[in-house]
């Protein structure tokens, strides 16, 4: 077989591979939607939340309009409590590929919030749009982490920051149960290679903060 014919085979497996995760976390998210706020599971996921929400409360009162980017919002948790902040001048986004976590997030946001269902690898925004663009608990979903990282840093404006939260359980033993036992994990990073990633992106004055037993929190300066 000619080397054309080993790329077009090479390209067809990756987007057959590429269409069947984001089939699969349609219907995972699509099927929790109804019940993702259940309390004592929100009691965890708002662990993920913390280290966003400490940033925004830190920053000092301004008058400049502040756009931030909420991607794979869910069912709009996040969005809720930096709602909840009340800053000044915010403009709030938020983004899911499963359009019933939209549903719910629409549901009970108020009608400033502006949600798409929409995915992180394509993401329908100009360049430098935001000061934020977020992920909490989402990143192991996306099937390819380097294009998600690099459309975040695309829609970030010059300065802007962006944050990752996702799970880190100290182990890579137990990352890889993750990437097999859960529905559309693509990938469980470890600290170092989060760090990468970042570097790879193109992003700055990288930081990272163990948030508790199972988090890590990320974020890059563009
Ligand atoms: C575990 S939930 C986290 C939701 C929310 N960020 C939170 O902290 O509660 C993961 C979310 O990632 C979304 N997701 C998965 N793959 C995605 C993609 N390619 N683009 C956008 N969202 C995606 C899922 O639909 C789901 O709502």
């Known amino acids: ?8 085979m090479r390209s067809k497996k990756m987007n057959q591979k590429k269409e069947r995760i984001t089939r699969q976390n349609r219907w995972f998210f699509d099927s929790w939607a109804e019940h993702y706020d259940f ?3 929100q009691f965890w996921m708002k662990k993920f939340h ?3 929400l400490e940033e925004l409360t830190s920053l000092p009162k301004q008058n400049k309009k502040i756009k931030i980017l909420d991607l794979s919002c869910g069912s709009g948790e996040l969005l809720r409590e930096i709602e909840k902040i009340k800053m000044r001048n915010v403009e709030l986004y938020g983004i899911d590929v499963s359009s019933k976590m939209i549903d719910v997030a629409k549901k009970k946001l108020s009608p400033a919030i502006r949600l798409k269902m929409m995915d992180v690898h394509h993401l329908d925004f100009p360049k430098n749009c935001f000061d934020y663009v977020i992920s909490t608990e989402a990143f192991h979903h996306y099937h390819n982490q380097r294009k998600a990282l690099f459309e975040m ?3 970030c404006k010059k300065s802007g920051r962006v944050i990752v ?3 880190n359980f100290f182990s890579n033993a137990i990352h890889r149960m993750f990437e097999i036992f859960e529905p559309g994990c ?8 989060m760090f990468k990633l970042f570097q790879k992106a193109g992003l700055q004055k990288i930081e990272q903060q163990r948030g508790f037993l199972f988090s890590v929190a990320t974020s890059g300066i563009k």
């Open 1 to 8: 077989m000619d080397e054309t014919k080993k790329d077009l």
């Open 165 to 167: 939260v996702d799970i």
């Open 39 to 41: 309390l004592p599971f």
């Open 153 to 155: 840093g695309r829609v």
């Open 186 to 193: 693509v990938r469980v990073n470890s600290q170092k290679e």
């Open 50 to 52: 913390l280290p966003v």
